[in-house]
């Protein structure tokens, strides 16, 4: 049994506490609040039929299995940090920085690149879901999608909740819904993100 000590703890969302996993730093131990998280098992069953269809993915984090701990059953996760041992940026606390130098510059020309820069890495991003058929119902991206440095360059990965809440999960299996799912996902979160963050992403110049 693991020992998840008070020092390892590293976070937690509505859904699930976070440790270190001891002797690992590398991983993460998830312990969920509710044994029988509905968000959890819809994740472990998108995880089970990407395995089945050998889709492999680099925004993924990966998924090791469970680990019985001393507060519960564990869900034993890459734990996504900084190649120096940094904790990632979230894209929220990236796109909150990003929101507040727009709204202080005052060159068009400076504000123009900006969010040409930010609207071109929102879009490989998005691109890079729908090549890898990750999907999600998720539009907030304060603790889902972090950018994570490693060897000097940034990419986004993905470390939390992903599959969708469906009965009958048909979309895990059939490509096209799977397509139409993402672009409905990629639409929302477009319009989410022009709300949340004007200045840089609202699509209009001052």
């Known amino acids: 049994m693991l020992i998840l000590e008070d020092r390892l703890f590293i976070g937690q969302g509505l ?5 270190i996993y001891p002797g690992q730093p590398d991983k993460v131990v998830k312990v969920p609040f509710d044994p029988h998280d509905g968000e959890l098992r819809h994740e472990l069953a998108y995880r089970r039929s990407r395995r089945l269809r050998k889709l492999d993915s680099e925004l993924l984090a ?3 299995g469970t680990a019985e701990t001393d507060r519960g059953r564990g869900y034993v996760f890459e734990r996504v940090i900084n190649a120096d041992g ?4 979230t894209m929220a606390a990236r796109l909150q920085r990003l ?3 727009a709204g202080e510059l005052q060159m068009q020309e400076a504000l123009h690149s900006l969010r040409r820069e930010t609207g071109e890495w929102l879009k490989d991003f998005a691109e890079q879901m729908a090549r890898e058929r990750i999907l999600t119902n998720d ?3 304060q603790d889902n ?3 994570q440095i490693s060897e000097g360059k940034g990419r986004w990965r993905v470390i939390d909740n992903i599959g969708s809440p469906v009965a009958i999960p048909l979309v895990y299996y059939w490509d096209f819904m799977t397509r139409k799912h993402i672009s409905r996902w990629r639409r929302r979160l477009q319009e989410s993100l022009a709300v949340q963050y004007p200045c840089l992403l609202g699509g209009s110049d001052r």
Do not use: F, G
């Not at 859904?15 to 440790?19: C, F, I, P, R």
């Not at 940094?86 to 940026?89: N, V």
């Open 15 to 19: 859904h699930k506490a976070a440790y």
């Open 62 to 64: 990966r998924y090791y």
């Open 86 to 89: 940094s904790p990632c940026e």
């Open 99 to 101: 929101e507040q130098q």
């Open 139 to 141: 539009t907030d991206c």
């Open 145 to 147: 999608w972090v950018w």
